[in-house]
T-cell receptor
Framework: DTAVSQTPKYLVTQMGNDKSIKCEQN?????MYWYKQDSKKFLKIMFS???????INETVPNRFSPKSPDKAHLNLHINSLELGDSAVYFC??????????????FGSGTRLTVV | AQSVAQPEDQVNVAEGNPLTVKCTYS??????LFWYVQYPNRGLQFLLK??????LVKGSYGFEAEFNKSQTSFHLKKPSALVSDSALYFC?????????????FGTGTQLKVEL
């Protein structure tokens, strides 16, 4: 199936640990994103990569480090996890054609719970 | 900065009645506008978009939205609501000034359709 897939779907971990979330898209899109959805369902962009190049880096603690080994993958590594990092993290991808945006395709999310 | 506002946290509608979910935006140039829907424990699904052209845009599942430049609005509508339409709806605007294809999302509106 063509899609944006994230792993794991659920992640429960203790404070202070380091964890990674993986994302892969097989849609041939050039741009990938990480969004964070908090407990109030508010969606905020964290990072964006275009063809492996970081193009958007919002005000995110430097404990969060994205890595894009190729344009089909965008992983998120989080160091020294804190309680406030508990949220749902969504990966997305998009493709611009002739300057027109066709919107994002989202993964199903990773629910991170820090205890 | 580009922004989008969804003034209603929740909208309640009886099945079979028309529904409207409101969205207003603020951009410096021309807006690219989107609606997404999120079902419980799922990722966001694309509903429809406005880039240019006709002000009335038709999308998935019988939804449509009307772009109104003078009122800077992009309200989501459906002539006859279904119980299965109950979900969280997000309006989003593309920020073309920030580089990349960044979407800024509203805070979401919970739609509840009752029998």
């Amino acid at each position: 199936d063509t899609a944006v897939s994230q792993t794991p779907k659920y992640l429960v971990t203790q404070m202070g640990n380091d964890k990674s979330i993986k994302c892969e898209q097989n849609l041939g899109h050039d741009t990938m994103y990480w969004y964070k959805q908090d407990s109030k369902k508010f969606l905020k962009i964290m990072f964006s990569y275009n063809n492996k190049e970081l193009i958007i880096n919002e005000t995110v603690p430097n404990r969060f480090s994205p890595k894009s080994p190729d344009k089909a993958h965008l992983n998120l590594h989080i160091n020294s996890l804190e309680l406030g990092d508990s949220a749902v993290y969504f990966c997305a991808s998009s493709q611009d054609v002739s300057g027109k945006s066709y919107g994002y395709t989202f993964g199903s999310g990773t629910r991170l719970t820090v205890v | 900065a580009q922004s989008v506002a969804q003034p209603e946290d929740q909208v309640n509608v009886a099945e079979g009645n028309p529904l409207t979910v409101k969205c207003t935006y603020s951009v410096s140039g021309n807006p690219y506008l989107f609606w997404y829907v999120q079902y419980p424990n799922r990722g966001l699904q694309f509903l429809l978009k406005y880039i240019t052209g006709d002000n009335l845009v038709k999308g998935s599942y019988g939804f449509e939205a009307e772009f109104n430049k003078s009122q800077t609005s992009f309200h989501l509508k459906k002539p006859s609501a279904l119980v299965s339409d109950s979900a969280l709806y997000f309006c989003a605007v593309r920020d073309i000034g920030g580089g990349g294809n960044k979407l800024t999302f509203g805070t979401g509106t919970q739609l509840k359709v009752e029998l």
